[in-house]
C-alpha cells in the first residue's frame, strides 16, 4: 500500500448532500432527534453500507459504521446533529471526513476504518449525550430522564427512531479514536495555518436555574415593592463578572447563554426567569472555584431580591488529555501535507473525543474556520482546508500500520 489518497469532490459532494438536511440559509437546524437528523441518519447509513460497512445504530441512535471481520480497528468520526441555529460543517464535517477514510482506505488496500455519528452532542438534552452513554460516562436510564428546554424527555425523543436500534458496538472493537473538526475558533484563521494538532480538550460544567418572584402590573407596582427575577439575572450576572474575574485565565469562558423570561411581556414585571449558566476551563479545581461563586452569587442575589432560586446540574465533563502516540501521528501526517502549516494546540470547544479518551486512545484534527465563526449559520471553511484535513486523517489512518 503506498499510502490511502481521498477523492476531495467526493468528501465535498457527501458534505454538501448532509448539508441538505435541515438546511437553513448557509447552515442547519438539526437538532438530535428531529426528522432531518433521522433523515441524515438514514441517509449516512445507506453511504456507509456503500462503502462496504455495516450501518449500526446503538440505542441513543449513534450511528457506527463497521468494517467487515472483529479485529480492533480504528475509529474515526464526530457527531452530525447540529446546534439549533447549526453551521453546515460542526460534527459534520468530521463524519464524512471519516467516511471518506474509510472508503479511500479500502480502495487502497489500507487498514479497516470504522465511522461514527454520535447522537446528540449539541446538548439539546446534555452535552455530548450519545458519547457519554456509549463511552459508559452517563447510564442510558439517566440520560432518557433528561429533558430538552420544550420538557420533551430523552426517552420520548429516542423513542422516534427505535426500530432502526441495535446494540452498543463494544470498545474492544476499536483500537482508537480520531476525530476531525473545524476548530471553531480564530488561532488557525489568523495565522495562516491550516492544520491543528489538539493536545487537550477543556472541561465544562453547565447549570441551569430558575429565579421566581411576584408578577406585577408594570404601572402600578412601586419599584420598592418589586420582586422582579429579570431585574434579579441581570444584578447576577453583573456581580458574576464582577467576581469570577481574578478566578479565571484569558482562556477561561463563562456563558449565560438560554434566557427565557416570563411572561415577557412589556407591561408586566416579570415573576419568573429560566437560564443557564456554563463554563468552561482546562483546569478542574479553576471550574470548581468557578462553580461555588456562580452558586453563592445566585443565592446572594435571590436573598437580597426575595426571590426563590433553584438549580439542577446539565453537564459536567472533565478536561480530557488527547493520547500523546496518537496525536504524534497526526503531528507527521501533517508534517507530511501542511509542512510549517499546523500547530499543536488545546480545543476550547468540546468535542466527542473528550468522553471517548476514557476507554480508548483519543486524538484530534482540526482545520480552520473562516472568521472563527460557528455555533451560526455563517460557520465555513475553504475547500481546499476541508479536503487536506481529510488527507491529513487518511495518512494518520495509515501509519497506524
Ligand atoms: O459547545 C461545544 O463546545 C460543542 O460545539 N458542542
Ligand atoms: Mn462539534
Ligand atoms: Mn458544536
Not at 76 to 94: F, I, N, R, T, V
Not at 256 to 265: F, L, Q, S
Not at 319 to 337: F, K, S
Request: net charge negative.
Amino acid at each position: 500500500m503506498t499510502g490511502i489518497t481521498i477523492q476531495p469532490q467526493r468528501l465535498l459532494d457527501d458534505l454538501e448532500t448532509l448539508r441538505s438536511y435541515g438546511r437553513c440559509g448557509s447552515g442547519v437546524v438539526r437538532p438530535a432527534y428531529c426528522e432531518a437528523d433521522i433523515e441524515a441518519r438514514k441517509w449516512l447509513a445507506g453511504r456507509m453500507r456503500e462503502a462496504g460497512l455495516e450501518p449500526v445504530f446503538d440505542p441513543v441512535g449513534n450511528l457506527f459504521g463497521l468494517p467487515p471481520g472483529d479485529e480492533p480497528c480504528l475509529l474515526m468520526g464526530s457527531h452530525s446533529d447540529s446546534q439549533p441555529e447549526g453551521g453546515w460543517l460542526d460534527g459534520a464535517y468530521g463524519v464524512i471526513a471519516a467516511l471518506e477514510v474509510a472508503r479511500a482506505s479500502r480502495e487502497a488496500g489500507g487498514p479497516p476504518v470504522a465511522v461514527v455519528s454520535f447522537q446528540d452532542e449539541e446538548g439539546r438534552f446534555t452535552t455530548l449525550t450519545g458519547s457519554r452513554v456509549w463511552s459508559g460516562l452517563m447510564s442510558l436510564e439517566e440520560a432518557d430522564a433528561m429533558t430538552d428546554h420544550e420538557g420533551v424527555t430523552m426517552a420520548e425523543a429516542r423513542a422516534t427512531m427505535a426500530d432502526l436500534a441495535g446494540d452498543f458496538p463494544a470498545h474492544g472493537r476499536f483500537s482508537a479514536f480520531v476525530e476531525a473538526h473545524i476548530e471553531q475558533g480564530p488561532v488557525l484563521d489568523q495565522s495562516g495555518e491550516r492544520i491543528g494538532v489538539v493536545e487537550d480538550i477543556v472541561g465544562i460544567r453547565s447549570e441551569r436555574y430558575r429565579f421566581e418572584g411576584q408578577q406585577n402590573h408594570a404601572g402600578t407596582t412601586p419599584m420598592r415593592l418589586r420582586r422582579d427575577a429579570y431585574q434579579g439575572l441581570a444584578e447576577f450576572t453583573t456581580l458574576l463578572n464582577a467576581r469570577l474575574a481574578p478566578l479565571v485565565t484569558p482562556a477561561t469562558v463563562w456563558t449565560i447563554g438560554h434566557v427565557a423570561v416570563h411572561p415577557n411581556a412589556p407591561s408586566i414585571v416579570p415573576g419568573r426567569v429560566d437560564f443557564t449558566v456554563q463554563w468552561r476551563d482546562g483546569e478542574t479545581a479553576r471550574l470548581d472555584r468557578m462553580e461555588s461563586v456562580i452558586r453563592s452569587t445566585a443565592e446572594e442575589v435571590a436573598g437580597k431580591r426575595e426571590l426563590s432560586v433553584s438549580r439542577s446540574a446539565y453537564a459536567r465533563i472533565e478536561p480530557a488529555r488527547m493520547a500523546p502516540a496518537l496525536a504524534a501521528r497526526i503531528e507527521a501526517a501533517a508534517r507530511q501535507h501542511a509542512e510549517g502549516l499546523w500547530r499543536r494546540m488545546p480545543s476550547g470547544a468540546l468535542h466527542d473525543a473528550a468522553n471517548v479518551a476514557h476507554v480508548m486512545p483519543a486524538a484530534m484534527l482540526f482545520v480552520p474556520s473562516k472568521r472563527g465563526i460557528s455555533h451560526s449559520f455563517e460557520e465555513d471553511t475553504a475547500h481546499d482546508d476541508l479536503a487536506l484535513g481529510a488527507q491529513v486523517l487518511a495518512t494518520a489512518a495509515a501509519n497506524a500500520g
